[in-house]
C-alpha cells in the first residue's frame, strides 16, 4: 500500500530553518510531481510548493518565495522541503502529496492523490 511519511518538524524560532522530509513507500513516486501543503488551525489547507518529477521545475506560494525550497531524491523515493527564515505565521501542520501527472505543477490539493499523515512545524516570535 502506497504511504507518505513526513518527518522533520518541530519547533523553531523566527528566523530559522527546518528541513523537511518526505519519505514514500509501497510504491515508487519517481514520476510524480510531489507537493507541500500546510494547514494552520482554524484555517483551509494551503499550497506552499510544488516539484515536478525531475526536479527541474518548481512553483511556490507567494507566501514562501525565496524562503522555501523543495528538492527531491528518485533514488530514495524522499521528496525535502527546505524553509529558512522561518516566521510564526509559518507555523502549521506540513503534509506533503503526490500528484498523478509528472509535469504538471499543480496549487489545488484536489490534484494531489496520495497524502502523508502531516507533521507539525511551530515557529515562535
Known amino acids: 500500500q502506497a504511504q507518505l511519511v513526513e518527518s522533520g518538524g518541530g519547533l523553531v524560532q523566527a528566523g530559522g530553518s527546518l528541513r523537511l522530509s518526505c519519505a514514500a513507500s509501497g510504491r515508487t513516486f519517481s514520476r510524480n510531481a510531489m507537493g507541500w501543503f500546510r494547514q494552520a488551525p482554524g484555517k483551509e489547507r494551503e499550497f506552499v510548493g510544488t516539484i515536478s518529477w525531475s526536479g527541474r521545475s518548481q512553483r511556490y506560494a507567494d507566501s514562501v518565495k525565496g524562503r522555501f525550497s523543495i528538492s527531491r531524491d528518485n533514488a530514495k523515493n524522499t521528496v525535502y522541503l527546505q524553509m529558512n527564515n522561518l516566521k510564526p505565521e509559518d507555523t502549521a501542520v506540513y503534509y506533503c502529496?503526490?500528484?498523478?501527472?509528472?509535469?504538471?505543477?499543480?496549487?489545488?490539493?484536489?490534484?494531489?492523490?496520495?497524502w502523508g499523515q502531516g507533521t507539525q512545524v511551530t515557529v515562535s516570535s
Open positions: 502529496a503526490a500528484h498523478s501527472g509528472g509535469n504538471l505543477l499543480p496549487d489545488s490539493a484536489s490534484d494531489y492523490d496520495y
